[in-house]
């Protein structure tokens, strides 16, 4: 995953090494989905993942997601595009629209507009709720004490469409427990989805049960610092 791998290169050595953790993981084989990180890199690095058969990639940002992925979409129905990144009520519209998957349902204003947008609209979507497991200030996500209640708003109340949960551990923690205690959470509400594990820490994240690592840097290399 050198800077001097070609995307290809990289795109398949991450795949080759999933696979790999799955096998000594004991986990079935393709059970994890790569979710390609590809938030501040160009149309052109993407074609180059999708053109080597790649078809689900994650954007943060709503915006940036509508200006690369909306031609895309068009003309490919199989991509399927999920949404990582802090979303605003007033771009729900907009995300409903474009993602297949929102992965950062964490209050309850917004999981109130996305069902009034899907029942507006009829869309199929996936959601995830995200937890702030590190409960960080900074962070967004639901914390682990409120979450109880959170999720029964939106399953029962709003009849939402959950199906996991995603986490961000905090940069200076041993991200283990943040995954065990995701992992836990998800298997006491029943949830089979769970978003946790990046380009560093994915190993982890796949021994302890994640259905969809997302990772970004190991696939198309650095990003321009902006956040
Ligand atoms: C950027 C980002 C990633 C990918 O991070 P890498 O370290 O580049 O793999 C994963 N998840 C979220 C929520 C992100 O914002």
Redesign the pocket.
């Known amino acids: 995953m050198s800077v001097l791998n070609s995307i290809e290169e990289n795109l398949n050595n991450v795949k080759e090494l999933i696979n790999s953790i799955e096998n000594t993981a004991d986990r079935v084989n393709n059970s994890v989905s790569l979710?390609a990180?590809s938030?501040q890199h160009s149309l052109e690095a993407i074609m180059k993942v999708f053109n080597a058969g790649h078809k689900v990639f994650?954007e943060?940002r709503v915006q940036e997601g509508l200006r690369k992925f909306t031609g895309i979409k068009e003309t490919h129905t199989d991509l399927e595009l999920h949404l990582?990144?802090p979303l605003q009520t007033n771009k729900v519209r907009d995300a409903v629209n474009l993602f297949d998957v929102i992965?950062?349902l964490d209050r309850p204003k917004l999981a109130k507009e996305i069902s009034r947008e899907i029942d507006r609209t009829g869309k199929k979507m996936g959601l995830l709720i995200q937890v702030n497991t590190g409960e960080e200030a900074q962070k967004s996500g639901v914390s682990p004490g409120n979450f109880d209640g959170f999720f029964k708003y939106c399953s029962e109340d709003l009849n939402l469409p959950v199906k996991g949960l995603?986490c961000?551990p905090p940069v200076n923690d041993e991200p283990a427990k943040h995954f065990a205690l995701l992992a836990e959470m998800s298997r006491r509400y029943k949830l089979p989805y769970l978003s946790m594990g990046?380009?560093?820490d994915?190993e982890t994240a796949i021994r302890m049960g994640a259905t969809h690592v997302?990772?970004?840097?190991?696939?198309?290399g650095e990003?321009e610092k902006v956040d």
Do not use: L
Request: proline content about 0%.
């Open positions: 979710v990180v938030k994650g943060n990582i990144g992965e950062t995603m961000i990046m380009s560093a994915f997302r990772i970004g840097t190991a696939i198309f990003r």
